[in-house]
């Protein structure tokens, strides 16, 4: 809701700007880049997705490893707790136990930190955006570049993401 506000709030800004840009006799010459489909076409983004999952694909192939075994071990406490011993239950119920602590504060571990090297890539990413970003505003003389989700319209002529996505290729 907020964001939406900002939107409309901005657009209602440059769309001032513009009227006393026109009225000086100069015009303001307006980009728009659409910030979701640079994500989707990025080669960068491509492989930052490939390099992560490779990072940590071992840890969520060891969580998945355990998670298997303690489904084995709680299978295993269900269909012969009749049968067994009441030493030996406590046993199955105590690594069961522990078992399950374990792999949830691996998991938990996991989840924080492919959040935090997702968030330093993206960073990253943005980053080099940014730059490609400023590249083709001062090259092709944009005044004002603006992503596409903060203004209500915009003709095709004013989106320069193609122009974005060659710039950082």
């Known amino acids: 809701m907020m964001k939406r506000l900002y939107a409309v709030l901005l657009s209602v800004m440059l769309l001032g700007m513009m009227g006393v840009a026109s009225a000086a006799g ?8 659409d910030l979701r489909e640079i994500m989707q076409k990025s080669p960068q983004v491509k492989t930052m997705v490939s390099k992560l999952k490779s990072q940590f694909k071992p840890r969520q192939d060891k ?18 707790s009749a049968v067994m011993k009441k030493a030996e239950k406590a046993k199955v119920r105590d690594r ?67 122009k974005v996505l060659k710039e950082l290729s």
């Open 96 to 162: 069961v136990m522990t078992a399950r602590r374990d792999l949830q504060q691996m998991e938990q571990n996991y989840q924080q930190d492919l959040r935090m090297a997702q968030g330093q890539a993206m960073d990253k990413f943005y980053k080099k955006v940014s730059a490609a970003v400023k590249t083709v505003a001062k090259r092709d003389g944009y005044d004002l570049v603006m992503q596409k989700g903060a203004v209500p319209y915009a003709s095709d002529r004013a989106l320069i993401t193609e």
């Open 26 to 33: 100069n015009s303001l010459k307006i980009g728009v880049i």
């Open 63 to 80: 969580i998945v490893a355990l998670q298997k075994k303690l489904d084995e071990d709680l299978n295993k406490l269900k269909r012969d």
